[in-house]
């Protein structure tokens, strides 16, 4: 789906030569199956396939139920799927592991850790020495925006303060790939737009591959290259958009953009026509 | 300077102690019977048995069997409630064993630990490592089954493996409800000593309080039950100031005395 116009070739020529995207992630004809309490049988996830590029923002845009968090979290090594695999740089992901930074909407902070204390946990944990491990958290810290919060404990923060130690967290043990799962979906709408900036504007810096698992379409369209459209009951892969908007990326421009709103339009049009697979319930 | 508010608030305990300790005195000056001393004779007596050579070594035995019945009870139950807690096989195997001694007064066992392993050191402690266990067993296993799930994770992508978590995210996420555990088992560990003591009727502060009993010196008993309260009143208060420095992470904001810390 493509709404830009396509490029001159003076434009093209002019930019740097890009290195050729290669494959992060690979999905592999994955299906989940899960067992209800009734015995059941719940096919949750149902041949899914799926490549993600080195460097590319993707984000799995669904209803609730769609099964687009159990994606994530099988990439993540959590949840075996029940066939098929997920592999990354061409390895098959047979666990959790450091290159793959999970956050989750719930945060899952350490509450006995201060916010130096949660952050410091991973590159400890990965025997960095006790003084560069600080002096780089506290350096992630700031980047999050919550210098002077070093010593306060979880219990004491916000939730878009929570979930600003989480990714900072996280990015301390530099995974190759950021796998965020709802990671806004608990936030008023302020705290959530804010965090949508800071995060794009953190990961303009160093471009890591992060898959963002969201039911909000502008968010999906504001933040991604890729938009992976799922829908319910198997989860299935309806659509991929690819989101053609220039970066670096502000929220007031795009707003008044026509090409972002007829991106998010389109993606509303395309769940609603899909009946019961809509987003709304 | 603090305001009389919180003022009263600190001394609400003591206040507590002291309206209980009048009523008593009330109550027995108006029964009169002679099983039944006023607090300030049962008070009286209380220099003479800690003044005791021989009082104070039962009392000092007494404590070193709660101490290490107490010590050996929660090394042994928390990792054991930790692992129940965590894992459904390991969990499956002792609940059911679990549910069938709990009910079961500790200090029952009694006289057949007596008859395996006589009535020294040996069985007392063991009545009291049983009766603390199942509290501290109970509550870790409790305190595992409730980590959440995403913490794990977040730790396992941290490269933390099976144990490492178990030791470096259950235990401290755990450790509120642990804690809890420990205080109910401190408490239980005083209550079986004593019991245990009352049966076994060898030394220790069960014994003086009993042997006085048998001997009518009813001031002594009271004494005696004065004495075990305040050691039970001190150990909870240390113990609650520990744990209050070791979970400041989790406590709530309020400051009703729940103890004499």
Known sequence: MTVLPSRSNVQAELKPARKPASAMIEIDHVSQMFQTSGRQNHLALSDISLTIEDGAFV???????CGKSTLLYIVGGFVSPTQGSAKMKGKVIVGPGPDRGPVFQ????????????????????????????????RALIEMVGLKGFEDFYPKELSGGMKQRVALARTLAYHPA????????????????????NDLLNIWERDRKTVLFVTHSVEEAVFLS??????????????????IDLPRPRRRTELLLDPRYQKYVVDIERMFDDGDETGLRP | MMSPRAMLTRAAPVLACLGLLA????????????????AIEAIRAI????????????????????????????????????????????????????????????????????LWLGVGDIAKTLVIFLGVSLPVIYHSFE?????????????????????????????????????????????????????SEMIARQSGAGNILFNALDMGQYDTVFAM?????????????????MRARLVKWSEPQFDIPLSFS
């Open chain 2, 225 to 241: 039950i004065i004495i075990v309260g305040a050691m039970g009143i001190g150990l909870d208060a240390l113990f609650e100031r």
């Open chain 2, 47 to 114: 220099p003479s048995i800690l003044g005791d050579k021989e009082s104070l070594i039962n009392i000092l035995a007494s404590l070193r069997r709660m101490a290490v019945g107490f010590s050996l009870a929660v090394a042994l139950s928390i990792p054991l409630g930790l692992m129940m807690g965590r894992s459904r096989a390991v969990a499956s195997f002792f609940n059911p064993l679990l549910m069938v001694i709990y009910p079961v007064p500790k200090a029952a066992l009694m006289p057949i630990i007596m």
């Open chain 1, 59 to 65: 984000s799995i845009l669904g209803p609730s139920g």
């Open chain 2, 23 to 38: 009523v008593w005195q009330l109550a027995s000056l108006a029964l009169n019977n002679d099983s039944f001393p006023t």
């Open chain 1, 177 to 196: 790939v950021l796998l965020m799962d709802e990671p806004f979906g608990a936030l008023d709408a302020h705290t959530r737009t804010r965090l949508q």
């Open chain 1, 225 to 242: 290259d890729k938009v992976v459209m799922m829908t319910r009951s198997p989860g299935r892969i309806r659509q991929i958009v690819d």
């Open chain 1, 106 to 137: 719930e945060f899952a902070l350490f509450p006995w850790k201060s916010v130096l204390g949660n952050v410091m946990y991973g590159p400890r944990q990965q025997r960095v020495r006790p003084a560069d491990a600080e002096a780089q958290s």
């Open chain 2, 143 to 195: 305190g595992a089954k409730a980590v959440e799930e995403k913490m794990l994770w977040s730790g396992a992508a941290m490269g933390l493996s099976a144990p490492q978590r178990l030791i470096r995210i259950v235990l401290p996420a755990a450790l509120p409800e642990i804690l809890t555990g420990c205080r109910t088992g401190l408490v239980l560990a005083l209550i079986t000593m004593i019991t």
